[in-house]
């Protein structure tokens, strides 16, 4: 079997009693769940947390970040994650949720908040009175976590609704790149990013993204680039390149075991491709690193 970057399941993070998690919460008090977090990896959930104390190095896509006390961090699906460092002294408080979670009962659309966005940072320090009121609103979601209530999940959801309302406003006055209402051609470009981060190693034709999206190639093209800034194509390629140069960082895959992954016709296309988009071969990027 070729390896790929695994995904993990929100399951794999809670107790073993609960067979089908949507929500969980991690803090100092909390088991640490027993994944290899120290590699490249996806996940089907998203997450919003605070650093406490202690430091931890964590890359997220091809990007490296540095915590410490008052990191807030903000991680979607649609990154590949990884922690190489993390002190014994590290404390955080997080929580993990899925989007069916989030969307039951009208909840808002999670990829309607800029921080969920794949080429967002995802790693930032608060000020002082946010990151106590982000800390305290944390707690109190651990604390209804931790307590047995027939509406513990709609209490639960009700308050990451808030957390994800107060992060949003911190997010922008960091980054101005808010959200607000999304247009059609804001939810098209929307959409069309979810498609290529679950179909990009496969399919690599606009007509594949343009069908499941009932439009035409055309207009598919045109709302990208008008809505991103970037071609629908850039968006396929950047995909595909993040993956072949997470891929190409473990050196016990072979190069023509990476090409076979991201469905390269073989060895050679896969060379063409990477040296045509990065001005290097996969064999020199990877003596580099």
């Given at each position: ?10 399951d794999a993070l809670a107790e073993p009693a609960q067979t089908s998690a949507a929500v969980f919460f991690l803090g100092p008090n909390s088991a640490a769940p027993r ?80 921080f969920f966005e794949r080429d967002a940072r995802h790693v930032f320090t608060l ?163």
């Open positions: 079997m070729t390896p790929v970057i695994p995904v993990y399941q929100l994944l290899p977090i120290n590699l490249p990896y996806r996940s089907d959930y998203y997450k919003i947390g605070i650093c406490l104390r202690g430091s931890a190095r964590l890359q997220v896509n091809l990007e490296t970040y540095e915590l410490g006390p008052d990191s807030l961090m903000v991680l979607s699906p649609y990154v590949i994650k990884q922690w190489s460092y993390m002190s014994a002294d590290c404390d955080a408080l997080s929580i993990f949720f899925t989007k069916d979670f989030i969307s039951a009962g009208g909840g808002p659309n999670l990829d309607a908040f800029a000020l002082p009175a946010a990151a106590k009121s982000i800390t305290a609103l944390l707690q109190t979601i651990e604390q209804k976590y931790d307590t047995p209530h027939v509406y513990r999940a709609e209490i639960l959801r009700s308050l990451i609704h808030i957390l994800l309302h107060e992060t949003a406003p911190i997010y922008s006055a960091q980054h101005v790149s808010s959200k607000a209402v999304q247009t059609r051609s804001q939810l098209i470009a929307a959409e069309f990013k979810q498609l290529v981060n679950t179909h990009y190693a496969s399919e690599r034709s606009l007509a594949f993204y343009a069908d499941k999206l009932c439009i035409t190639p055309k207009h598919l093209a045109e709302t990208v680039k008008e809505t991103t800034g970037k071609r629908a194509v850039e968006w396929l390629v950047e995909a595909v390149l993040l993956e072949a140069h997470v891929l190409l960082q473990n050196t016990a895959l072979t190069i023509s075991q990476i090409a076979d992954t991201l469905h390269f016709a073989d060895q050679s296309t896969f060379g063409r491709f990477f040296r045509n988009n990065t001005g290097v071969s996969p064999a020199t990027y990877r003596q580099r690193l």
